[in-house]
């Protein structure tokens, strides 16, 4: 099990999450990544995701130019 974090204040948009690693990523109306069917706290605009399997979120994380994707292995 591990846990998919994005902090959205930090993204810019630049879309390599979504084409890295579409199954968990996608830019949405504001311009930012969303992680799909991901729970948001509205506070700090920070989403997180429970997955069995990391796969292609490892190399999104590391390809993202602000790190603001991380990746909690539990
Ligand atoms: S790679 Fe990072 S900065 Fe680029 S869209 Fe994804 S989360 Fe945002």
Known sequence: MAKIKLQR???IGCGSCQ???PKYFE???DGKSHIK???KDEKTNIEELEVVKIE???AAAEACPV???EIIKT
């Open 19 to 21: 084409v890295i690693c």
């Open 9 to 11: 204040e930090k993204c």
């Open 56 to 58: 292609c979120a490892e």
């Open 27 to 29: 830019l949405v109306d």
């Open 67 to 69: 790190q603001c994707i």
């Open 37 to 39: 069917d991901s729970v």
